[in-house]
């Protein structure tokens, strides 16, 4: 028995985990390390039992919830982090506040392109859940973006900067 009206979505979202952090790799492509797989697999004994799992194809997200790849969770292009430029460094905060307050920088995805490919996405896993639990391993920023455009975020950038990795969000619609 659930506690969600019928035509409620309720989605469970998760910021990926801890990546290793390389500086000669493209972070679309870090992977967990082993603090970051152990992490997630505290997150996967937390998740809805017998959910869809779906994932940024990035490997820090598809790990994150598959820390085993055993394939359980198919990755999905639009639940992928913000697309920006590469080479931003830890001192980026402030860059990435501006973008979470609506300043979309040259080479920033605007806002509403993160928010419709999120929301094809989630109806293409609504349509492939069947009634199950859906969970989506993503981003930080995307999530921010979209969370902020659906729910009406107050203060997207305290939100986003309080994100610890890894952290379940769910969320009803």
Do not use: N
Not at 21 to 27: G, Q, S, T
């Amino acid at each position: 028995m659930t506690d969600q009206a019928p035509d409620t979505l309720r989605i469970t979202f998760v910021r990926h985990a801890e990546p290793e952090i390389d500086p000669h790799v493209p972070p679309a492509r870090w992977q967990l390390g082993e603090a970051g797989f152990a992490a997630a697999r505290e997150v996967v004994d937390r998740l809805p039992a017998g959910a869809l799992l779906v994932a940024s194809p990035e490997p820090k997200a598809w790990q994150t919830i598959d820390p085993d790849d055993r394939g359980h969770a198919y990755r999905d292009d639009r639940f992928r982090e913000v697309d920006r430029p590469d080479g931003l460094d830890a001192d980026s905060t402030p860059i990435r506040l501006a973008y979470l307050a609506g300043e979309v920088a040259p080479d920033w995805e605007p806002h509403e392109a993160v928010v419709a490919r999120f929301d094809e996405g989630l109806a293409d896993a609504r349509a492939h859940a069947d009634g199950r639990p859906i969970v989506v391993s993503t981003h930080g920023l995307a999530l921010t973006v979209w969370l902020t455009a659906r729910t009406g975020l107050a203060d997207p950038g305290a939100f986003w900067a309080a994100l610890t990795m890894p952290e379940i969000v769910t969320v009803d619609l």
